[in-house]
């Protein structure tokens, strides 16, 4: 998926997940835990995005995973999904859903929004 992003777009998404990571620390350790473990699997965030968002995720899915560590994997979204603010971080992945999944991932780990400006092809 290549996704179009602006700097303003970018930069407004790092202060809001700023605020989260403030205002809902768990809920904010909880979404870096899922991000990392995304990341430890070499899965797609947009996967990871897909079903934290209850979309059909079929065009992302992993071919070549064994199905007990992708029921693992779900197990752990899941446990952030349960989160009583989760829907505090869903309405971020809807507000910035132009940004795509994998720049919002990007920059909760903290990289620069500067380094996601423009059109990018990421997994």
Do not use: W
């Not at 602006?6 to 407004?12: D, K």
């Not at 070499?42 to 897909?50: E, F, R, S, V």
């Amino acid at each position: 998926m290549i996704a179009l992003s602006s700097i303003v777009e970018l930069n407004a998404a790092k202060d809001v997940l700023n605020d989260v990571k403030k205002e809902y620390p768990e809920l904010f350790e909880k979404f870096l835990d899922v991000v990392n473990l995304t990341r430890a699997l070499h899965l797609k965030y947009q996967y990871m995005g897909c079903l934290l968002m209850d979309e059909d995720s079929r065009g992302c899915t992993p071919e070549f995973v064994y199905g007990s560590v992708l029921r693992l994997y779900k197990m752990e979204l899941q446990c952030l999904k349960n989160d009583p603010d989760f829907k505090v971080l869903k309405d971020i992945f809807v507000e910035f859903g132009s940004i795509g999944y994998p720049k919002l991932c990007l920059l909760g780990l903290g990289r620069n929004p500067d380094s996601l400006v423009g059109p990018m092809l990421i997994k």
